[in-house]
């Protein structure tokens, strides 16, 4: 299984971010995906999660509003979108790829859920 992130960078505060993951050695429709996030210093945290059985995508509150995460199907990609970047913000951000069995919250938002990872894309937003 391979993940591969793209779309990081130096980002101004209030401006938007699309990075992707582009997933390959896995079965892509039946998979839970998600992005997490970690900051200097900080554990990795959850940002956002598709596919949760049976639920819309779950948003962490500090992204919700003003984030989306959106899969392609046909190129196997899963993106995520923000807008209104603030410096806290600032983090490598990792796509992950575990079983879709449960449509409980607290799983589709656990990083223990996911047991494929990529390498991380890093963000840095500027005043």
């Known amino acids: 299984v391979q993940l591969v992130e793209s779309g990081g960078g130096l980002v101004q505060a209030g401006e938007s971010l699309t990075l992707s993951c582009a997933v390959s050695?896995?079965?892509?429709?039946?998979?839970?995906m998600g992005w997490f996030r970690q900051a200097p210093g900080k554990e990795r945290e959850f940002v956002a999660a598709?596919?949760?059985?049976?639920?819309?995508?779950l948003y962490a509150p500090f992204v919700k509003g003003r984030s989306t995460i959106s899969v392609d199907s046909a190129k196997s990609t899963v993106y995520f979108q923000m807008s209104d970047v603030i410096l806290a913000d600032t983090a490598v951000y990792f796509c992950?790829?575990?079983?879709?069995?449960?449509?409980?919250?607290?799983?589709?938002?656990?990083?223990?859920?996911?047991?494929?990872w990529g390498e991380g894309t890093r963000v840095t937003v500027s005043s």
């Open positions: 598709i596919r949760c059985y049976g639920r819309e995508p």
């Open positions: 992950a790829a575990g079983p879709r069995t449960s449509d409980s919250r607290a799983y589709c938002g656990h990083v223990d859920t996911f047991d494929s």
């Open positions: 050695g896995r079965t892509f429709t039946s998979t839970l």
